[in-house]
Nanobody, 130 residues
């Protein structure tokens, strides 16, 4: 049974930093790519960042490029999202997701498309407010 658990929720002020952690169990994380997504009220789930199995390929949404950094430690079955220079518009519930991305390949989706992933965490709230 694949389970993902996000941690690191918080309330921070604009320009501050927050780090999220995604711990995966039930699979060997080194065999899977991981994506981070976010969703705020009234908006669709948005792809934030992606990291391939060996960290060889990394993607960021334009809205977070240069501010967020994704990384992974396969020995700990963990993926991290370091968020710097946070803005109020970064406020959302953040989710991590994983899977073998067969759907992505079959339907020619992108790694930042939520439909590419099979397994999801329950989400963690990030609020950026002064």
């Amino acid at each position: 049974q694949v389970q993902l658990q996000e941690s690191g929720p918080g309330l921070v002020k604009p320009s501050q930093t927050l780090s999220l952690t995604c711990t995966v169990s039930g699979v060997t994380l080194g065999n899977y790519a991981v994506g981070w997504f976010r969703q705020s009220p009234g908006r669709e789930r948005e792809g934030v960042s992606y990291i391939s199995r060996t960290s060889g390929d990394i993607l960021y949404a334009d809205s977070v490029k240069g501010r967020f950094t994704i990384s992974r430690d396969n020995s700990k079955n963990t993926v991290y999202l370091q968020m710097n220079s946070l803005k109020p518009e970064d406020t959302a519930v953040y989710y991590c997701a994983t899977g073998d991305l067969a759907i992505m390949t079959t339907y020619r989706l992108t790694p930042l498309d939520s439909r590419s992933y099979d397994y999801w965490g329950q989400g963690t709230q990030v609020t950026v407010s002064s």
